[in-house]
């Protein structure tokens, strides 16, 4: 047999001070589906994500977590790593920039950096921003970064310089006869015209900086964070010895747009200085938005990975993520739109087809698949439209036009839809005509079916291969190769699988509350149990006797200090629709208006709140309900077994403001 077509893709590997959210979900999900879609194309692929553990960043999370680096990245890294498991997103390699396999690479790399001429000692002053790891170009003393907006700090140190400036010709020299390195086209018009305008030397190393790969015999140099992270590709697949395993240079590497840069100029010009080959593609997706901004901890609007999942199922979320957006550009993220899709696309289109199409094979032919008899035009028409569908979700792929993949395949369940309503061979009787009409009937739905199921594998692993087994094809779907997919191959006289539940409807506004609680959950660990339904419904309604911890979980007074609690009078208070639990509140803090929602619309009335005081929890971090930020949380004690919540009050009149001690 011949050996198979090598195939290598890389996700960023992503930085450990923070944790997982939907963005990096994204980037790994699609590589995911890359990966197993390459392997049903018959490659053999090797993906690749990781953690970026060293830096300023760290050094600092680790002093705050009062633990050493080593321990601190080891735990997060642990805690990516078990994310990508949990969501069944199956990393060939997991890097990490402590390992010593990259550790040894990146010494090498600026080895080689070096005894080719392209690395002096220089001294460097500049404005460093060290929320993003690197020095602003141009920027003077007080300015901000311009990427994170933050306050960069004036640094000067003896570095290792990169002879960046040297590379300017051979790179646009690259670009132009490597059209395709970087994608998509839209975006390299910013890359080629930042090298046009000329290059500087780029500092690889620092002193300032202990959390690093030291620079053999250079100490107390350790290197600089792009140039230890960028090589994290090379390390691994082999570093020093990648030629033995034959992955490098990398087909692919999926990146965000915020680091198109280190991407396309610093990491090809690197490899040049190495003499070693360059990645053949760089693909640069666009960002996920809450609210058209950039998630972020501060700001209160992260999506979790996990609380979808858990509750739609990880199908579902990458189904989302791939179908939402066209890759490239940015999209807005909402549960919203999240849950409509699942309901419509999922639970009423893939899932309401195999299993009815299952339930009538059940009953008519004993559960077994029949064979198709004379063919109607209009059964020959839906078989050369599933035809063409495979030629055309090929092509989407190859370009990595997910959405219109999924489109199309989506195309062809709504005519498969349309087929059986106009058939309609539930109303057909048991005569001999009629039972072979039935047969033809079903048998070319469940071809169909069979082919969006292999067709839509990458993207749904887990429901299409319950659809496989339902249809008692051989094997595994994840087995079939795409390029022998044709119509016709569907295996007849197959029993049935068992029926399996796929896509369960879901009411939507009780959806997203259950997903909101458990994301506040995993948000504010510390936050009252669920026992409540106050807080169970993700409420920023705190019930007291929720709060209390267990008896013999005795805190300080100095836990107790860091609530900060002040009477508020509420101002405004309204429903919010499509959220049965909770009322959107502008409350006076004394010093501020705040908007706070709390879950308690099933037992006040909004009106019957102005003008009330409450006490309010002013020191916790926003977060979103139902997409309506919400500022605080007002206490409440939960009353009886269903924990009706009874808003806190003060039986003296007191003045707004006051803390709570
Ligand atoms: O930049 N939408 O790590 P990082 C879409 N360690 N994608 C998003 C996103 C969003 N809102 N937010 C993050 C680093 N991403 C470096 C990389 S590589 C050698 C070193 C994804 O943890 C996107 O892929 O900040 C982005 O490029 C990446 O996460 C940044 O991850």
Redesign the pocket.
């Known amino acids: 047999m011949p050996a198979k077509a090598k195939f290598y893709l890389t ?5 450990t001070n ?1 944790l997982p ?1 939907i ?2 979900t ?2 790994t999900v699609v590589a995911d589906v890359i990966r197993r879609y390459k392997r049903m194309r018959g490659y053999e692929v090797v993906m690749t994500t990781g953690t ?1 553990e060293h830096g300023v960043n760290v050094e600092r999370a680790a002093k705050n977590a009062g633990i050493p680096e080593s321990e601190f990245v080891a735990r997060m890294a642990e805690t990516w790593r078990a994310l990508w498991d949990e969501l069944g997103i199956s990393a060939d390699e997991f890097i990490r920039t402590t390992d010593l396999r990259h550790v040894r690479t990146v010494q090498w790399l600026f080895k080689l950096c070096r005894e080719n001429g392209y690395v002096y000692k220089g001294h460097y002053t500049g404005q460093y921003c060290i929320y993003d790891n690197a020095f602003v170009n141009d920027a003077k003393p007080g300015d901000n970064c311009p990427d994170c907006g933050r306050p960069t700090e004036t640094l000067t140190e003896e570095n290792y310089f990169f002879k960046l400036s040297a590379f300017q010709k051979p790179l646009l020299d690259f670009y132009k006869k490597n059209p395709d390195f970087l994608q998509p086209e839209t975006r390299k018009n910013e890359i080629v015209s930042f090298v046009e305008g000329g290059l500087k030397d780029l500092s690889i190393t620092r002193t300032t900086v202990r959390w690093g790969i030291p620079v053999p015999g250079e100490e107390p140099h350790v290197f600089y964070v792009w140039f230890d ?2 090589t ?1 590709y090379l390390s691994a697949v082999g570093g020093p010895d990648y030629e033995k395993r034959g992955f490098w240079p990398a087909d692919l590497h999926l ?2 747009k ?2 198109i840069r280190f991407h396309t100029v610093y990491w090809p010009a690197f490899l040049m200085a190495a003499m070693l080959p360059i990645p053949k593609q760089v693909w640069a ?1 666009g ?3 809450m609210d058209a901004s ?2 972020s901890k501060s700001k209160g609007n992260v999506v979790l990975p996990r609380p979808i999942a858990n509750m739609l199922g990880m199908d579902a979320l990458r189904y989302f993520l791939l179908r939402e957006v066209v890759f490239g550009q940015d999209g807005n993220f909402s549960y919203e739109a999240l849950v409509t899709r699942y309901n419509s696309d999922l639970a009423n289109g893939l899932g309401n087809l195999a299993s009815r199409s299952a339930a009538m094979i059940e009953k008519n032919f004993a559960g077994k698949i029949p064979k198709a008899g004379k063919l109607q035009p209009q059964d020959e028409a839906l078989a050369r439209e599933t035809q063409t569908a495979i030629g055309d979700v090929v092509d989407y792929f190859e370009k990595m036009n997910f959405a219109r993949a999924l489109e199309s395949l989506w195309a062809v369940i709504a005519a498969a839809d349309k087929y059986l309503t106009t058939e309609k061979p539930w109303s057909l009787g048991d005569s001999e005509a009629d039972t072979q009409r039935k047969a033809t009937v079903l048998a070319t739905t469940a071809e169909l079916l069979r082919i969006v199921t292999v067709l839509a594998h990458p993207v749904l692993p887990d429901s299409t291969s319950k659809i496989w087994t339902l249809l008692g094809q051989p094997g595994s779907v994840s087995a079939v190769e795409l390029d022998g997919l044709r119509w016709g191959q569907l295996a007849t006289g197959a029993s049935l699988g068992k029926p399996q539940t796929l896509f369960p409807r879901v009411e939507k506004s009780e959806a997203i509350e259950r997903i909101e609680s458990m994301a506040n959950e995993e948000l504010n660990p510390a936050a009252p149990p669920a026992a409540a339904p106050a807080a169970a419904t993700g409420s920023a309604t705190g019930a007291a006797a929720a709060a209390a911890p267990a008896q013999s979980e005795k805190i300080g007074i100095e836990d107790f200090a860091k609530v900060e609690m002040r009477v508020g009078q509420i101002k405004t208070a309204e429903r919010i629709v499509g959220a049965d639990k909770l009322l959107k509140l502008t409350v006076d803090i004394g010093t501020e208006i705040r908007q706070i929602c709390a879950g308690i619309a099933q037992f006040y009335e909004p009106e019957s709140l102005i003008g009330r005081k409450v006490a309010v929890v002013t020191n916790l971090a926003p977060r979103k309900l139902r997409g309506v930020e919400s500022n605080g949380m007002i206490i409440a004690a939960a009353v009886g077994p269903e924990g009706r919540p009874v808003l806190a009050g003060f039986p003296e009149d007191v003045e707004v403001g006051a803390r709570l001690k």
């Open positions: 996700t960023p590997i992503y930085y923070g959210h963005g990096h994204y980037t970026d992270a960028l994290a990146v965000g915020d680091i997706h960002w996920f938005l950039k998630m």
